[in-house]
T-cell receptor, first 113, second 116 residues
Framework: DGGITQSPKYLFRKEGQNVTLSCEQNLNHDAMYWYRQDPGQGLRLIYY???????QKGDIAEGYSVSREKKESFPLTVTSAQKNPTAFYLCASSLGQNQETQYFGPGTRLLVL | AQSVTQLDSQVPVFEEAPVELRCNYS??????LFWYVQYPNQGLQLLLKYLSGSTLVKGINGFEAEFNKSQTSFHLRKPSVHISDTAEYFCAVSASYTGTASKLTFGTGTRLQVTL
């Protein structure tokens, strides 16, 4: 089955720790995205990538980093510089043209210990 | 830049009643419009989208939406809701450029609560 997988489902971060959220897709999509979801705020774009080895900052990139070494994978690292990381993180992908539907993964919930 | 306003954070409705979820947008350029649904602790699923053409768009699960350019609105409707429609609904907009990945701007969501 084609789709987007995110792991882990739940992730716990200690103070000062970097953590990495995984996102993999087998839809052969060129574009991939990371969103952060907080209660009452909807989804906000963190980073997006249109092609391999290229990515752009979204609206709330501070404290996050990404890489796009393979078409199928777009991992997100939440660094220690992100002071309020507790949120639901959603990865999405699309064919790459802006009218195309974005397909979402099941999400990762990040909690701070 | 684009922005989306979903005025109703929660909409309670009885099963088999009609429902309308409101969405207004702001943009200085032409836009594409989307409605997504999110069930608890899951990702988002596309309900429908407006790209061009007919302003009445039909989607999955019996939902439809109407694009009104003069009122900059894209309200979502369903004539008769079911318990299983209980979920969070997000309206989203992107600028209608070509050749680039879509940067979606989302509204804050409307929680539809269907009861017996």
């Amino acid at each position: 089955d084609g789709g987007i997988t995110q792991s882990p489902k739940y992730l716990f971060r200690k103070e000062g720790q970097n953590v990495t959220l995984s996102c993999e897709q087998n839809l052969n999509h060129d574009a991939m995205y990371w969103y952060r979801q907080d209660p009452g705020q909807g989804l906000r774009l963190i980073y997006y990538s249109q092609i391999v080895n290229d990515f752009q900052k979204g609206d709330i990139a501070e404290g996050y980093s990404v890489s796009r070494e393979k078409k199928e994978s777009f991992p997100l690292t939440v660094t220690s510089a992100q002071k309020n990381p507790t949120a639901f993180y959603l990865c999405a992908s699309s064919l790459g043209q802006n009218q195309e539907t974005q397909y979402f993964g099941p999400g990762t919930r990040l909690l701070v210990l | 830049a684009q922005s989306v306003t979903q005025l109703d954070s929660q909409v309670p409705v009885f099963e088999e009643a009609p429902v309308e979820l409101r969405c207004n947008y702001s943009s200085s350029v032409s836009v594409y419009l989307f409605w997504y649904v999110q069930y608890p602790n899951q990702g988002l699923q596309l309900l429908l989208k407006y790209l061009s053409g007919s302003t009445l768009v039909k989607g999955i699960n019996g939902f439809e939406a109407e694009f009104n350019k003069s009122q900059t609105s894209f309200h979502l409707r369903k004539p008769s809701v079911h318990i299983s429609d209980t979920a969070e609904y997000f309206c989203a907009v992107s600028a209608s450029y070509t050749g680039t990945a879509s940067k979606l701007t989302f509204g804050t969501g409307t929680r539809l609560q269907v009861t017996l």
